[in-house]
């Protein structure tokens, strides 16, 4: 019986076989998220999103069918002109859509970049921020084990209702997003860019505002807390600063941009650098305690809300006495199971050992998320103690 050789395949045929198989992977990630877009998108640009997504994940395997058909002219033709030509079709309406990021005359919100620039054509703009938003949250049970379906069933209708708004706001709609920061961190780019939003309210010519800088929380910097405090920011007429940090991982680095973000606007913005107030929503509290760790001097008072402390720059700031006398207001929920409540009064109590003086409220049947749930609620408290902490003497 005579030899026969294995048959080795072309190498063109094996190459194909990988791509494909690529594709099929990432058309099975995309499946869920483009499918729950084009059911449950707020908006119309969110369901051209999930289509142009599908198509450019389903083109490898068009393309490789195409070859086929080649008896077959006029289909072949087609497949190929759709493919990709159609989502490039969408994704150039998308970007024709995209907010400009250019602030309308008068607003009192705006964005600002120390360094870097608005990018309109990132993912974060060519989808609306509120699909974003809706679709992490809606995804939740996939990623994320600590989030309830009673949680996320009361955090949409929130949310969704603070974006509403925004939406119908063209000085909110024209901003665009600072997502696309977020995103960068999670794949290794640069996320720290000196972007700010800015919020300042109407004012006097020479008259000089309070100042309240806002660091947000894990998941990065959601245009709906610069909602939420704009109703703070003229209920007490103060300018508001807040600075992006990436997906909001404030240890390295953090201090710094803070700081870059206050000097800022101490430079260039209607405020009294004497009565300055630093507040952190989540994961923001660890910016805050480094951002105190590394100068205490230019903050006047201090807010954490449903906050993560950083251990070694609390005990730095204790054994140095830079708590002493320092106004700190504690907002939680006692429903958190994020930042559970026994872990918020045990740094409580090393901040008032330290000489800090403290305040707490905690929000009954309220979790984590607390600042869209209860939102009018949040903002009364948080103005009724600065209207009544006196601020340290610099």
Same mark, same amino acid.
């Given at each position: 019986?005579?030899? +026969? ?60 069918? #195409? ?11 087609? !497949? ?18 995209a907010p400009d990021g250019v602030p309308r005359p008068g607003a009192r919100v705006r964005s600002v970049y120390l360094n870097g620039s608005y990018a309109r054509a990132s993912l974060a703009n060519l989808l609306p921020e509120m699909d974003q938003i809706k679709l992490g ?20 209708? #929130? ?6 708004? !925004? ?21 290794? $780019? ?12 109407? +004012? ?11 660091? +947000? ?93 950083? $251990? ?55 979790? +984590? ?26």
């Amino acid at each position: 019986m005579a030899d +026969h050789e294995p048959t080795r395949r072309p190498l063109g045929a094996v190459a194909r076989d990988v791509a494909l198989a690529l594709a099929a992977g990432l058309w099975l990630i995309a499946f869920l998220p483009n499918i729950y877009l084009l059911l449950y998108a707020e908006t119309w640009q969110g369901r051209v999103f999930a289509v142009a997504s599908f198509l450019f994940v389903t083109a490898p395997f068009v393309l490789a069918g #195409a070859h086929k058909l080649r008896r077959h002219r006029k289909v072949c033709a087609g !497949m190929l002109l759709a493919t990709p030509g159609l989502p490039v079709l969408l994704t150039v309406l998308l970007y024709a859509a995209a907010p400009d990021g250019v602030p309308r005359p008068g607003a009192r919100v705006r964005s600002v970049y120390l360094n870097g620039s608005y990018a309109r054509a990132s993912l974060a703009n060519l989808l609306p921020e509120m699909d974003q938003i809706k679709l992490g949250i809606m995804l939740t049970p996939y990623y994320d084990a600590r989030t309830t379906d009673r949680q996320r069933a009361a955090l949409i209708p #929130a949310a969704m209702g603070i974006y509403r708004e !925004m939406r119908d706001d063209p000085a909110y709609e024209s901003l665009g997003s600072a997502m696309n920061y977020s995103y960068a961190e999670l794949y290794g $780019g640069a996320y720290d860019v000196g972007h700010a939003y800015t919020i300042v309210p109407e +004012h006097a010519e020479g008259e000089r505002l309070p100042l309240l800088v806002f660091l +947000h929380g894990s998941g990065g910097p959601f245009k709906a807390y610069l909602r939420v405090l704009e109703g703070l920011a003229v209920e007490r007429r103060c300018v508001v600063v807040c600075p992006s940090f990436g997906f909001g991982n404030w240890g390295k680095g953090g201090a710094e941009a803070v700081e870059r973000a206050r000097a800022w606007a101490a430079a260039n913005l209607p405020v009294d650098a004497n009565r300055v107030t630093l507040m952190g929503l989540s994961n923001g509290g660890i910016g805050v305690l480094r951002t105190l760790a590394r100068d205490p001097k230019p903050y006047a008072r201090v807010i954490l809300v449903s906050a993560v402390a950083d $251990g070694s720059a609390l005990k730095d700031l204790s054994e140095r006495g830079a708590l002493r006398g320092l106004p700190i207001l504690i907002v939680t929920g006692r429903e958190d199971n994020r930042v559970p409540l026994s872990y918020v009064m045990d740094y409580a109590a090393a901040l008032r050992a330290g000489g800090a003086a403290l305040e707490t409220n905690v929000f009954e049947d309220q979790d +984590h998320f607390l600042v869209f749930q209860k939102r009018a609620e949040f903002q009364r408290a948080i103005s009724a103690w600065l209207s009544r902490a006196p601020a340290t003497e610099k």
